[in-house]
C-alpha cells in the first residue's frame, strides 16, 4: 500500500487531472458532493484491505485543511493526509456503498473464528455493510479438535465460553450464531449454499494451517459462485506492512517497533463502528449450541480461575488494567504481583479488539503505557517473523543452531513437566502452568532457559509442552519465546548469557511469595533460603517441615556445571 500511495503521490504531483468522478471496477464514487472544486487523478484499489487510496493534485488550500484534517476509520467518509502543495491521499474504508445505495449481497455468511466479538470487528462490519442480510457462524473444528489429545482441554472450554456468549448477544438483536461441529472445510461451503450467501466474510489468520484451510474454503465456495472476503482484524500492521528501507523484513526488534512507531496514528487505531450497522443481522429463529460432552470434551477448572472469559470478560480484565498500566514497567516482572494485563488469551481468541488495546496504550502514554504497547508489538514482530521465515515452525531461526548437540534427557524433562526440578522458581511456574494454564512471562523465560540450558534439553520439546498446556497458546508468540530463551532465534537472548534460576528467585519472588503459592511444601521455608532450599542444613529442614530429597526434590542439576557445559555446546555449534 505504501509503494503504490508514493507512486501515486508522485504520479498525482505532475499531472493536472478534471476528474469529478471514479470509476473502480463494478464500485463508483461520486465525490462532487464532499470534493467539489478538487482535481482528481487517480484511484488505486488496494484489495486486500478493501481500501480505496485515491490520489488527488492540486488540492485547494481550504480543503485540505478542512476537510482531509478529517479523519476516519470503517466506513466511506474521507480520510487522509495531506502533503504540502500538491497532493493528497483519501481513502474510503469497505465499499462506497452506503445505506441509500442498494447491497452488494442480498445474504452473506460472517465466519467467525479468532474473533469472538461483536465489536470492532472488521469481517463483521464489511459484511453487514455489504450485505441485506448477514447470517453468523462458528465452527467448533474438528480438523483442530480431533488433535487434542487431552479431552480436558481449557482452551475449548473458553472458547465454548465465549461463543455462548456471542450466541446469547446475537440473538438478543433478533439473529443467532450457526455454531456447528465438524470440519470447517466442509460445513462452512455447505452452509454458505444452503444460505445462499453471494459471500463470506472472515478475518485473516495467518497460522501455516489457517492459510491452508482458508484457502481451500475459498476454492470450494468458489465451485459455487460464491465470494469469500478476508481482513486484517487481529494485527495493527499486517506481516508485510512494516519493512526496512530496502522493503525487507527487520530481523531486529528495536528497528521494527520504530517503524511501527512511526507508522501508527489514529487511521491504524480507529474502531470498526459495527454497531452503526446491526440493523442488516440476519433475522433468524434462536439456534443451539453443542455441549462440550456432545463434542466429546470435559469441563476443566476454568470456572474456578480468575479468567472471565467472552467479550464481557475481557472488558471486565481491561478495565481493571487500565487502571494499573501507569506502573506495568515497574511491576511485570514479578509473578506475585498483579502486574501484567493477563489479557494474552483474549487477544489470541479475540473477545478483545487489538485496536482497542493499542489505541488506550498509544493516547495514554508514560512509561507503563509506552513498555505495554512494545509488548503489543513483539506480538506483531513474532507473526512477521513467522510469515516470512516458516521454518522455525520447525527448525532454529539461525541455522547454526539445529547442530546443537541436545541431550535430552527423558527423565529430566519429565521432572521439568511436572514441577520437580529442585529448583523452587522453576517448579512454582510450570506448576502455575499444569494448574491454570497459564504462566507468568518472566517464568516463561526462566522455565524455557532451564531446560534448554541447564538441561540440554531440545527447545522443541518445551515449545510443544507449552503448546499443549497454554490458555493463550499461540504459534508465532510460543515458537518466539522459545526460540529467544534458547538463544536460537531471531533477536534473541545471546547463547553466552544463561539465568541462573536461583538468582532469578531471588530478584524476581525475594520473599518467596510466588513460590509458596504452587510449592507449598516450602510454606514454612526461611525467605533466604527458600530460592536454593538444599543449602538449608538437614536440622533445619526438619525444623520447616521439608526434607530435600524427600519433601521436595534435590535439584537435578547442577546449575555451575551445567552452565559450562551448555556454553561448550554453544561454541561447538558455531564454531
Ligand atoms: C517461552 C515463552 C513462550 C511464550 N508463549 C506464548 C504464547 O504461546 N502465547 C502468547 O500470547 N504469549 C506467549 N509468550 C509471551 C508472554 O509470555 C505472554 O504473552 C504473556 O505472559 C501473557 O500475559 P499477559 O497477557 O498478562 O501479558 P502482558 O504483559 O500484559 O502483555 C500484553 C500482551 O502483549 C503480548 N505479549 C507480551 N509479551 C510478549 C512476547 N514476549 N511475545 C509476544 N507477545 C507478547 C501478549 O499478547 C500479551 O497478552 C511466551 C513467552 C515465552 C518466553
Not at 527487520?250 to 496514528?265: C, H, I, R, S
Not at 494474552?344 to 489505541?359: P, Q, V
Request: contains cysteine.
Amino acid at each position: 500500500m505504501q509503494d503504490e500511495t508514493t507512486v501515486g503521490l508522485n504520479w498525482a504531483a505532475e499531472m493536472h487531472g478534471h476528474v469529478f468522478q471514479l470509476r473502480l471496477g463494478e464500485w463508483h464514487v461520486d465525490l462532487r458532493e464532499q470534493l467539489a472544486q478538487i482535481e482528481a487523478d487517480r484511484a488505486v484499489h488496494h484489495d486486500t484491505h478493501r481500501t480505496f487510496v485515491i490520489v488527488f493534485a492540486h488540492i485547494g488550500e481550504r480543503f485540505g485543511e478542512e476537510g482531509i484534517g478529517h479523519r476516519r476509520h470503517g466506513d466511506q467518509e474521507v480520510v487522509g493526509e495531506v502533503h504540502t502543495g500538491h497532493a493528497a491521499i483519501v481513502a474510503f474504508h469497505g465499499s462506497p456503498h452506503n445505506s441509500t445505495m442498494s447491497k452488494t449481497y442480498p445474504v452473506s455468511l460472517c465466519w467467525f473464528r479468532r474473533d469472538l466479538r461483536l465489536h470492532d470487528h472488521a469481517a463483521l462490519f464489511h459484511a453487514l455493510k455489504e450485505s441485506a442480510a448477514v447470517h453468523c457462524v462458528f465452527v467448533f473444528d474438528t480438523d483442530i479438535l480431533d488433535a487434542l489429545p487431552n479431552k480436558a482441554d481449557r482452551r475449548v472450554e473458553f472458547i465454548w465460553r465465549s461463543v455462548q456468549e456471542l450466541h446469547v448477544e446475537l440473538e438478543k438483536l433478533g439473529s443467532t450464531l450457526h455454531v456447528l461441529h465438524g470440519s470447517a472445510r466442509k460445513l462452512v461451503p455447505q452452509l454458505a449454499k444452503r444460505l445462499k450467501a453471494g459471500a463470506v466474510f472472515c478475518n485473516h489468520d495467518y497460522e501455516p494451517e489457517a492459510i491452508q484451510r482458508d484457502a481451500f474454503v475459498a476454492s470450494e465456495l468458489a465451485k459455487s459462485d460464491i465470494e469469500m472476503h478476508d481482513y486484517k482484524d487481529q494485527v495493527i500492521f499486517e506481516c508485510d506492512e512494516i519493512l526496512n528501507g530496502s522493503g525487507k523484513p527487520f530481523a531486529v526488534f528495536t528497528p521494527y517497533k520504530n517503524a511501527w512507531l512511526k507508522k501508527v496514528d489514529d487511521f491504524y487505531l480507529r474502531a470498526y463502528p459495527v454497531e452503526t450497522q446491526l440493523e442488516a443481522l440476519a433475522k433468524c429463529q434462536p439456534s443451539s449450541l453443542p455441549s462440550l460432552e456432545e463434542m466429546g470434551f470435559k469441563p476443566t477448572n476454568l470456572s474456578e480461575m480468575a479468567l472471565p472469559c467472552g467479550m464481557s470478560g475481557a472488558s471486565k480484565l481491561f478495565e481493571d488494567f487500565q487502571q494499573r498500566i501507569g506502573e506495568y514497567h515497574a511491576r511485570r516482572d514479578f509473578p506475585a504481583v498483579k502486574g501484567v494485563s493477563y489479557l494474552s488469551t483474549h487477544l489470541r481468541f479475540g473477545t478483545i479488539s487489538i485496536r482497542a488495546l493499542a489505541n488506550f496504550a498509544h493516547h495514554v502514554g508514560g512509561q507503563g503505557a509506552q513498555t505495554w504497547l512494545s509488548e503489543l508489538i513483539w506480538r506483531e514482530f513474532y507473526q512477521m517473523l513467522l510469515h516470512h521465515h516458516p521454518h522455525v515452525v520447525n527448525h532454529a531461526y539461525k541455522p547454526q543452531f539445529d547442530r546443537l548437540g541436545w541431550l535430552n534427557d527423558k527423565d529430566k524433562f519429565a521432572s521439568w513437566c511436572e514441577g520437580r526440578t529442585g529448583y523452587p522458581l522453576v517448579d512454582a511456574g510450570m506448576r502455575q502452568l499444569n494448574q491454570t494454564g497459564f504462566m507468568h512471562n518472566r517464568l516463561r523465560m526462566v522455565t524455557a532457559s532451564f531446560l534448554t540450558k541447564d538441561l540440554q534439553i531440545d527447545w522443541r520439546w518445551g515449545e510443544r509442552y507449552f503448546a499443549e498446556h497454554l490458555l493463550d497458546y499461540d504459534l508465532s508468540a510460543n515458537n518466539g519465546g522459545w526460540q529467544w530463551s534458547a538463544s536460537t532465534g531471531c533477536d534473541a537472548q545471546p547463547w553466552f548469557r544463561i539465568f541462573n534460576p536461583v538468582t532469578q528467585s531471588e530478584r524476581f519472588d525475594p520473599a518467596g511469595k510466588f513460590i509458596r503459592r504452587y510449592v507449598p511444601e516450602l510454606e514454612n521455608c526461611p525467605d533466604k533460603f527458600i530460592h536454593a532450599p538444599w543449602t538449608l542444613s538437614r536440622g533445619e529442614q526438619e525444623k520447616c517441615g521439608v526434607v530435600i530429597g524427600r519433601g521436595y526434590p534435590a535439584p537435578i542439576v547442577d546449575h555451575a556445571l551445567a552452565r559450562v557445559k551448555t556454553l561448550e555446546m554453544f561454541k561447538q555449534a558455531t564454531a
